[in-house]
């Protein structure tokens, strides 16, 4: 009889435990939740009644109303069962998302609510306040409280001599420590990453962000971390130099001033089972608002090209590379030669602080009138500062060349006014029909799916730091899908041309060369969630290199479907992705080479023609060596693989 109760309550999707607690679990009975609220409010997470999370505290602190001196108090809880289907508009990792969940909402006697999400691949919780008047937030508890000093992959904010340390560009090497050794010094990102060498692993995020500030995180020197918010700016300066941009130079006593009667956003514990369950997980897109852009088919997703990082340094051209005309053209003419969409025309088109003062060195009717001819569409980039001083004038202009996306760039903060700025500036490009990434950017959150004519954003250690630092290892690159990814899509620039062993690379500026092979940074393509990816690499060597060209330029940037086939944090992964009736297979792997067996049978029944780019048997030593092959297969078949150290491969699997 005992026995039959204990399984009675766990299976309850929602129950009183006593007159202070009350639990909901996911749909699938594994991960339960409990809210308790004695002396404070608390929540503890259970995963197949193992604890991850003890009981830690939250509370949301409303100037000139103190919720520690007023204690909540519960005075009605309501649960319901969720069970839709998301369409998404722009697929990043699938087009058709299963929302499923329990929801419990605490109501206090108070003016504050408590709704907590549990799912069968995670949890998240925010607050809802019920205030008549605007109010200012001072701070907001939140602990994250684990039961043992579990290892953490985590990325500290490097503080910048000029700027308190909440200016970042959230691009920072992840560090991989005990949970006990990260103290209250480490002012941390997320998401971050807790890696239990038994049970689950769990991301923390958030979601939904607006009109509020980003969530940091901090150490304590304990089996803990607790949140840190960036202040409201209540005084500002403009930096000089090449790039200027807004730092803080005085903060306000509080975090946020909002409306009284709002949601917050949500703190997300993304919970995988398995390594290979993180890639694939939604759950910050499943939590964001829905779509502010009614109509979306001025959307187009696809591939570019961008000059930057290799510093326009082409070869075999009879003309003087750099800003011009004939550079665009030549861009232009590759991007229609191997199926890209756009070109980006970087930093330098314009003055950094004036987008109408044209660099003399183009020509911009010109241009504009060519790229209509191809068919193919330029991108601009943009500082954050100017556009937001010249938006209006500057999208009608965008508007006049047929730009369809721009970049924004050096925002470096996530505070309430910088969190903003980026509401501000895609609800003014929706009004354009102007798709937009941001640079110097926060994660996501959740951003994409609320305007998701923001396709991507840097916030990643990506491609450009191979020109200044040995920072984008193999095991770096392998470990983005299963953190940094986990918040949404990432803007890394994939595709370099020349690439290094660990023994042969060096940082060079404008001969820019990758650690790993060339089949590493096409996998890239695959692994990496961006609806519109860029192309990084030396066109001048891509032109010498036909075949490799025209597959990397097949690749879609939007999927049906994503499975990973096989992975481990920092170690490797296998992502296969559906488009159509068509699949693609892409691999990396850290330092250490690996060989596997890629099975097939996640394929319908039918033949496929399998284009197969691999390491070349040399590319141990050099890191350019391919092998490209065709081959007819089935899903009974398997692809044998080796990737030489920091390698990778892909499998393009057209049905035939």
């Not at 004939?326 to 003055?351: C, E, H, N, Q, V």
């Not at 923001?454 to 450009?464: I, K, N, Y």
């Not at 350019?624 to 692809?639: A, G, K, P, W």
């Amino acid at each position: 009889m005992k026995l039959m109760l204990s399984l009675l309550l766990l299976w309850l999707p929602v129950h009183l435990w006593a007159a202070d607690s009350v639990s909901v679990v996911s749909p699938d009975g594994a991960i339960r939740v409990v809210v308790q609220n004695k002396d404070q409010l608390h929540y503890a997470v259970y995963y197949k009644e193992k604890v991850l999370l003890l009981p830690s505290a939250i509370q949301l602190n409303v100037a000139n109303y103190s919720a520690k001196a007023n204690k909540l108090i519960i005075k009605k809880t309501s649960v319901h069962l969720q069970q839709t289907t998301i369409v998404a508009p722009i697929p990043e990792k699938r087009k058709l998302i299963p929302d499923v969940y329990r929801e419990l909402t605490v109501k206090f006697k108070q003016p504050f609510s408590l709704v907590v999400r549990v799912y069968n691949d995670g949890v998240a919780w925010r607050w809802q306040t019920h205030f008549k008047k605007s109010i200012r937030v001072q701070n907001e508890m939140v602990e994250f409280n684990f039961p043992a000093p579990e290892r953490v992959y985590f990325p500290p904010v490097k503080k910048r001599d000029d700027a308190d340390i909440y200016h970042t560009s959230f691009e920072e090497p992840y560090q991989i420590k005990p949970l006990d050794s990260i103290t209250t010094e480490h002012l941390i990102f997320t998401p971050t990453l807790i890696a239990p060498e038994q049970g689950p692993k769990i991301s923390i995020t958030e979601s939904d962000l607006e009109a509020y500030p980003g969530m940091f995180l901090r150490g304590t020197s304990h089996n803990q971390l607790v949140a840190d918010f960036a202040p409201y700016p209540a005084a500002e300066k403009i930096t000089s130099g090449e790039f200027p941009q807004a730092i803080v130079t005085q903060r306000s006593n509080y975090i946020a001033r909002t409306v009284g009667n709002r949601f917050f956003p949500w703190r997300v514990l993304l919970i995988a089972p398995e390594d290979k369950d993180l890639p694939v997980n939604d759950l910050v897109y499943r939590l964001a608002s829905p779509s502010r852009v009614k109509d979306v088919s001025w959307i187009h997703p696809g591939k570019g090209t961008d000059e930057w990082i290799i510093g326009i340094n082409l070869f075999n051209i009879p003309f003087k590379a750099g800003i011009n005309t004939a550079t665009y053209k030549y861009y232009l003419d590759f991007a229609k030669r191997f199926g890209f969409d756009r070109i980006m025309m970087d930093a330098g088109w314009s003055d950094n602080q004036d987008l109408f003062k044209i660099n003399p060195n183009l020509d911009m009717n010109e241009l504009t009138a060519y790229a209509r001819a191809k068919n193919i569409k330029i991108c601009m980039w943009t500082l954050a500062l100017t556009l937001e001083k010249q938006l209006e004038p500057a999208l009608n202009q965008f508007n006049k060349w047929g730009v369809d996306f721009i970049m924004t760039d050096f925002i470096d903060r996530d505070d309430q006014k910088a969190v903003d700025f980026y509401h501000k500036v895609a609800a003014a490009c929706a009004n354009h029909k102007i798709m937009l990434m941001f640079h110097g950017a926060f994660k996501p959150a959740g951003f994409t799916r609320t305007w998701p004519h923001a396709l991507t954003r840097e916030g990643v250690l990506g491609s450009e730091y191979n020109a200044w630092s040995y920072k984008p290892t193999p095991e770096h690159n392998v470990q983005l899908p299963f953190i940094r990814m986990t918040a949404g899509p990432m803007d890394y620039e994939p595709g370099l041309l020349d690439n290094a062993t660990a023994k042969t690379f060096r940082p060079i500026s404008e001969k820019v060369m990758s650690q790993g092979t060339r089949c590493h940074q096409l996998a890239m393509f695959v692994v990496y969630d961006s609806p519109m990816q860029f192309f990084s690499g030396n066109p001048s060597q891509g032109l010498l290199e036909p075949a490799f060209m025209e597959l990397l330029g097949s690749i879609p940037t939007t999927w049906d479907t994503t499975t990973v086939l096989e992975g481990k944090v920092g170690d490797y992964i296998i992502t296969a992705r559906k488009k159509g009736q068509d699949w693609y297979i892409g691999g990396m792997t850290d330092w250490n080479k690996r060989q596997f067996n890629v099975k097939l049978n996640f394929l319908p029944a039918g033949t496929y023609e399998a284009s197969i780019c691999e390491d070349g048997i040399n590319a141990d030593r050099y890191a350019s060596d391919y092998i490209l092959r065709t081959q007819t297969i089935s899903r009974n078949d398997f692809v044998p693989i080796t990737m030489a150290p920091g390698g990778g491969f892909l499998v393009r699997l057209r049905k035939k």
